[in-house]
């Protein structure tokens, strides 16, 4: 499974971007996709999950209310809209697939390519 996380982009502060996520060849229905980021200097920050086939949703704190997670299972992607977003959202976004759909307790299967994100004036 090749994952491919798009949406790169230099945005103001309390601007917004689409992150996306897809693959082909394989449908990510029953796959947990999870968003993830990594700021400069800090480790991997997981942000949010989808569970596969039910599509159970969860947040981190840091981004509960301001980014949403969803699924386009005609698309075969997984978005991330992210509203509000401050400088310190500022990071590489990847996305994640879990094969047994679960969001926690099972891992990660497979990783796509890292996408920057900016939040700069």
């Known amino acids: 499974v090749h994952l491919q996380a798009f949406g790169a982009g230099l945005v103001q502060p309390g601007g917004s971007l689409r992150l996306s996520c897809t693959t082909s060849g394989v449908a990510l229905d029953s796959y947990a996709i999870g968003w993830f980021r990594q700021a400069p200097g800090k480790g991997r920050e997981g942000l949010s999950c989808?569970?596969?086939?039910?599509?159970?949703?969860s947040y981190a704190e840091s981004v509960q209310g301001r980014f949403t997670i969803s699924r386009d299972s005609a698309k075969n992607t997984v978005y991330l809209q992210m509203n509000s977003l401050k400088p310190q959202d500022t990071a590489v976004y990847y996305c994640a697939a879990g094969v047994l759909g679960r969001c926690v307790g099972f891992g990660w299967d497979y990783w796509g390519q890292g996408t920057q994100v900016t939040v700069s004036s």
């Open positions: 989808i569970s596969g086939n039910d599509d159970t949703i």
